[in-house]
């Protein structure tokens, strides 16, 4: 449904975003993943035609943005991440507003004003002015507002900014429930949300991607190694380290003490391995030492973003 080449975005000398290429298919939900800074906003401006690229090319439901900007803006609804809205509008008058703008047909617009509402969760504040709003129910009016026309695609940044735990759980299922009929894309730097509302994450840092793939894909894609934790009772760390070191799997071994004299702990950093818990608990069933403890750190998202995108 999107394609995405090459896609370059200068701000003067500075490179926003450098050479992206990226497929976005049909009713998926994508989470765009980055640090503050990375690109997520100007690579969403530059897809929804608010800024010229510098090169490279987009095409969306085979419309060329250099040439078909119209056809292409007709089939996104677009939230920036400081909703521009009207505080001084009653809820339901600014959604009325918008339908006019938007070419609703005069008999469907109270349907549509209500449809949203329903969705959104706007039916209790339809009659309060805007600017009387908490940060919550301002993003629910500009997700109304984006999905007016009723887009095929649905572009946010940062959707969940600013917000409350309540208010982001709200938010997620709104998206998630939009999600079952739409294409969306959403940027965030909040890894939670990511990987509880994305079908698919791509993670950008410095205006290139450097991971793309479902968050169970990313957590197993083995970049780095893994690490493997260890108590025994009754070797001291030479002995351990003398029993591992000829393991080529194993890069390096540390200590990792805890004050308690009769442990020790021990932290051994591998190269992925199915067997790599097997091997571990052999060597070590073959001495007299007591085995306290033996566990694998879990993978997580955030330990992947970490190393993605902290500057080397």
């Given amino acids: 449904m999107i394609h995405i080449e090459k896609l370059t975005k200068y701000y003067n000398e500075l490179c926003a975003v450098d050479r992206i290429d990226l497929d976005i298919n049909k009713g998926e939900v994508l989470g765009l993943l980055g640090p503050n800074g990375a690109g997520k906003t100007t690579t969403l401006r530059v897809l929804t035609g608010f800024l010229k690229p510098t090169s490279g090319s987009i095409r969306i439901n085979g419309y060329n943005i250099d040439e078909h900007l119209l056809q292409i803006k007709g089939l996104i609804g677009y939230l920036p991440e400081s909703a ?21 047909e005069s008999n469907k617009k109270l349907t549509r004003i209500r449809e949203l509402s329903d969705l959104c969760g706007l039916n209790e504040v339809m009659h309060k002015s805007i600017g009387e709003l908490s940060k919550g129910y301002k993003q629910r009016t500009g997700l109304a507002h984006a999905m007016m026309s009723n887009p095929e695609i649905l572009v946010l940044d940062e959707p969940t900014s600013g917000l409350d735990p309540n208010q982001i759980v709200e938010i997620r299922k709104i998206i998630k429930q939009i999600g079952k009929e739409k294409t969306i894309i959403f940027s965030t730097h909040i890894l939670s949300e990511a990987e509880a509302t994305s079908d698919r994450i791509v993670i950008i840092n410095q205006g290139k991607i450097v991971a793309d793939g479902s968050a169970q894909s990313l957590k197993g894609s083995g970049q ?29 071994i540390e200590p990792d003490d805890n004050g308690n004299d009769d442990i020790v702990r021990i932290k051994l950093y591998c190269r992925s391995s199915s067997d790599l818990m097997e091997n571990i608990y052999k060597k070590i069933k073959a001495t007299d030492w007591v085995l306290v403890e033996l566990h694998q750190d879990t993978k997580t998202l955030e330990k992947i973003f970490r190393e993605l995108t902290m500057e080397q």
């Fill in 224 to 252: 780095s190694e893994s690490s493997v934790n260890i108590a025994l009772k009754g070797p001291d760390f030479e002995s351990v380290k003398d029993l591992f070191s000829a393991d080529n799997t194993i890069v390096r």
């Fill in 84 to 104: 521009p809205l009207y505080y001084n509008m009653l809820v339901f008058d600014y959604l009325n507003f918008v339908a006019d703008i938007r070419g609703i």
